[in-house]
T-cell receptor, first 114, second 113 residues
Framework: EAQVTQNPRYLITVTGKKLTVTCSQNMNHEYMSWYRQDPGLGLRQIYYSMNVEVTDKGDVPEGYKVSRKEKRNFPLILESPSPNQTSLYFC?????????????FGDGTRLSIL | AQSVAQPEDQVNVAEGNPLTVKCTYS??????LFWYVQYPNRGLQFLLK??????LVKGSYGFEAEFNKSQTSFHLKKPSALVSDSALYFCAVRNNAGNMLTFGGGTRLMVKP
């Protein structure tokens, strides 16, 4: 089954403790992206990757890192999490960067930073 | 910079009645517009998209959307709502370079029996 898989689905942690949220897709997609969802703000793009070893900032990149060493994986790294990063996070992918391509989303990761 | 506005936080409609969820956008160049739906504890699911051509776009689950270039709108519609349509709906625009997808704030649709 074609899917985008995120882990963990839920995480409660403390300020300053490094964490990584993994994202993997099995569709051989070139484009991958991370979003955070906050009430009333919709989804905001954190980082995206147009291909292996190519990453770039989205609208809200502060406090986050990403890497794209393999086509299928696009982990989101919070080096020193803070409470304002408490949010619902989504990973998404699309075959390429053609603007008419819809993105496929994972089921989300709910992070709580205490 | 591109932007999307969904002016209603919530839309309430009775089952069997038509529904409309509103969306307006701002983007440079051609608009590539999408509607997604989110059910509880799930990711976003693609409903439909507008690229070029017919201003009325048909999508999944009986939904359709009307594109209006002069009003820069892309409203989501369905002729007869179902209780199972209750969910959070997002309008989005992808830029011409394809690297950025910008979402509206979302509209919660409540369909009552």
């Amino acid at each position: 089954e074609a899917q985008v898989t995120q882990n963990p689905r839920y995480l409660i942690t403390v300020t300053g403790k490094k964490l990584t949220v993994t994202c993997s897709q099995n569709m051989n997609h070139e484009y991958m992206s991370w979003y955070r969802q906050d009430p009333g703000l919709g989804l905001r793009q954190i980082y995206y990757s147009m291909n292996v070893e190519v990453t770039d900032k989205g609208d809200v990149p502060e406090g986050y890192k990403v890497s794209r060493k393999e086509k299928r994986n696009f982990p989101l790294i919070l080096e020193s999490p803070s409470p304002n990063q408490t949010s619902l996070y989504f990973c998404a992918s699309s075959p390429g960067v053609l603007p008419n391509q819809p993105q496929h989303f994972g089921d989300g990761t709910r992070l709580s930073i205490l | 910079a591109q932007s999307v506005a969904q002016p209603e936080d919530q839309v309430n409609v009775a089952e069997g009645n038509p529904l409309t969820v509103k969306c307006t956008y701002s983007v440079s160049g051609n608009p590539y517009l999408f509607w997604y739906v989110q059910y509880p504890n799930r990711g976003l699911q693609f409903l439909l998209k507008y690229i070029t051509g017919d201003n009325l776009v048909k999508g999944s689950y009986g939904f359709e959307a009307e594109f209006n270039k002069s009003q820069t709108s892309f409203h989501l519609k369905k002729p007869s709502a179902l209780v199972s349509d209750s969910a959070l709906y997002f309008c989005a625009v992808r830029n011409n370079a394809g690297n950025m997808l910008t979402f509206g704030g979302g509209t919660r649709l409540m369909v009552k029996p």
